[in-house]
């Protein structure tokens, strides 16, 4: 089992790019999370999906950001015009159930130039 | 809505010696799992240990174990015999036992330091 694989692990953009970040997530788990981490700071939730479906996307910013989970295919997480406030770690974790547990991927780093 | 709180930005211990980190959360509900997890230099997050707050008797994991004060909403982390591979950020997380949605909410971490 290769557990949670994101890639690419660096992606560096230019500002106004977009930016995809792809998350397969363990097999056999239908519930994905994507969260942000800034520079000195924890993790922070932006969206919970169960396959083809937004669950809560309460944690990401209403422009620019979207996220799907097709039913084939991995999750991803779409940063349209990026700016430099985006540079961050971004996270996916899986799970079979939506509960605890939870498997978190390596993460990635985005950066923004 | 709920918060963690670590107010240990960063921590130092010798080798072989034990350490504290704390960790403090609010929230108005009752029942919730509480977690610790580590990030090392390599950015993997790594499930460290996990509490379901309607158990009384305290998480332990090998050399690690949590001090889990449900009244005072306290969640302190224990490790023993620390080791030179215990060196990382470590941060404290909540969930609600309700449902996935919302996820994890994270701490902002404390840097543990250990001096051979």
């Known amino acids: 089992n290769a557990g949670v694989m994101q890639n690419p692990r660096h992606l560096v953009r230019r500002r106004g790019q977009e930016a995809r970040l792809r998350c397969s997530p363990m097999k056999g788990h239908s519930h994905v999370y994507w969260y942000r981490q800034l520079p000195e700071e924890g993790l922070k939730f932006m969206v919970y999906?169960?396959?083809?479906?937004?669950?809560?996307e309460s944690g990401m910013p209403k422009e620019r950001f979207s996220a799907e989970f097709p039913k084939e295919g991995p999750s991803i997480l779409r940063i349209q015009q990026v700016v430099r406030g985006d540079s961050a770690a971004y996270f996916c974790?899986?799970?079979?159930?939506?509960?605890?547990?939870?498997?978190f991927g390596s993460g990635t780093r985005l950066t923004v130039v | 809505a709920q918060t963690v709180t670590q107010s240990q930005p960063e921590m130092s211990v010798q080798e072989a010696e034990t350490v504290t980190l704390s960790c403090t959360y609010d929230?108005?509900?009752?029942?919730?799992?509480l977690f610790w997890y580590k990030q090392p230099p390599s950015r993997q997050m790594i499930l460290v240990i996990r509490q379901e707050a309607y158990k009384q008797q305290n998480a332990t994991e090998n050399r690690f174990s949590v001090n889990f004060q449900k009244a005072a909403k306290s969640f302190s982390l224990k490790i023993s015999d620390s080791q030179l591979g215990d060196a990382a950020m470590y941060f404290c997380a909540y969930m609600y036992s309700g449902g996935g949605a919302d996820g994890l909410t994270f701490g902002k971490g404390t840097h543990l330091i250990i001096q051979p």
């Open positions: 974790a899986s799970s079979p159930t939506g509960f605890y547990g939870y498997t």
């Open positions: 929230t108005s509900e009752s029942d919730y799992y």
């Open positions: 999906l169960q396959k083809e479906n937004i669950i809560d």
